[in-house]
């Protein structure tokens, strides 16, 4: 009964993401959720096999002669259903733990590709800011706005931090999720075993803008990787600040690249008042989107090259 409500339940979930792993930190993960959903599927078992013993064995015959309501507890079945929840804990917990430690390591390089490829993690600097998600890159002097590109089979260091609000960096095809916040800076560990293209987005509820809060994670081939580096030091336009305080006006933006980082004039985990103060520069306030301001108030859409001649003061219309 219980392996058909899990069927029933999940012919309607499509294709399972988080079940679909690309990459070592994304198998580990899901490893070690299918082991916890087939112990869980195991008790619910053995739970609906005792109910159906005790509901045949102990029903009302009419006959009670041999019923004392007065009767003792049994020692024996408390100290059983004492130990079992102890076990039951212990054997998610041991698999849990180590799976923890292991994924605040870098993941290690097949010996097959090792020869191929960079063993040392690529490390990319994420910063979350409503709505938009800027990727900064120190080795190669690269910044990309709402995409990302990866080598496969290279260990990928994210850098996480905010310029706002707190915001929860997720790549589902190629591991869980974790928090960036202003003010200071958390590590994610990520690797791809596949070329292809996958959806990221900020798992953590941060205003009216949230839904689109997303980014694609492009795994390319070493070569191709290298070539698109190569491409953008040469042919992209350098980040100014000016350009870059746009971006921390809340709203959306679209693909953008850079031949240089924000980082040479700013890092948000040191300086988390950074945003406000250049979003006090180009006019914006922060309005409440239930007023009549904030109603009146269009969400600006940055593209490629940014007008940085705009300011953001709201304009009502008469009523």
């Known amino acids: 009964m219980a392996l058909a409500m899990v069927g029933l339940v999940l012919t309607g979930c499509g294709n399972l993401t988080v079940l679909d792993p690309q990459g070592p930190v994304a198998e580990q993960q899901s490893d070690l959720i299918m082991l916890s959903i087939w112990f869980m599927i195991f008790i619910v078992l053995v739970v609906f096999v005792l109910l159906t013993v005790m ?71 994420a910063t979350s800011v409503n709505w938009k998600w800027i990727f900064s890159y120190p080795e190669e002097n690269i910044e990309t706005v709402n995409y990302v590109n990866i080598p496969v089979d290279r260990p990928v260091l994210f850098k996480l931090t905010s310029a706002d609000s707190m915001a929860s960096f997720w790549v589902p095809h190629l591991g869980g999720q974790k928090y960036s916040m202003a003010g200071m800076e958390t590590e ?32 390319l081939t070493a070569r191709d990787y290298d070539a698109w580096v190569e491409e953008v030091q040469t042919e992209a336009p350098p980040l100014s600040e000016e350009e870059y305080a746009h971006l921390m006006v809340p709203g959306h933006a679209e693909e953008m690249t850079f031949s240089s980082t ?27 989107p239930h007023s009549r301001e904030g109603k009146a108030y269009e969400m600006p859409t940055l593209s490629q090259p940014i007008d940085t001649t705009r300011t953001y003061e709201v304009e009502l219309d008469d009523e």
Do not use: C
């Not at 029903?59 to 020692?75: A, C, K, L, V």
């Not at 791809?192 to 839904?211: D, Y």
């Not at 890092?267 to 250049?278: F, Q, R, V």
């Not at 979003?279 to 309005?287: I, P, S, V, W």
């Open 262 to 288: 924000h980082l040479e004039f700013v890092n948000h985990a040191d300086d988390p008042t950074y945003s406000l103060e250049k979003r006090a520069e180009l006019g914006y306030e922060a309005l409440n």
């Open 55 to 125: 509901l045949v064995k102990y029903r009302d015959r009419g006959n009670n002669d041999n019923y004392d309501p007065s009767i003792e507890g049994s020692h024996k079945l408390e100290i059983i259903w004492t130990i079992v929840p102890i076990i039951i804990v212990t054997i998610l917990s041991i698999p849990t733990v180590t799976t923890i430690y292991s994924l605040e390591e870098a993941p290690e390089v097949s010996e097959v590709n090792a020869e191929d490829i960079q063993v040392e993690p690529l490390v990319i600097h």
């Open 188 to 219: 994610l560990y990520l690797m791809s075993h596949n070329t292809g293209t996958f959806n990221g987005r900020n798992s953590n509820f941060t205003g009216e803008g949230f839904a689109e809060h997303r980014f694609v994670v492009n795994a």
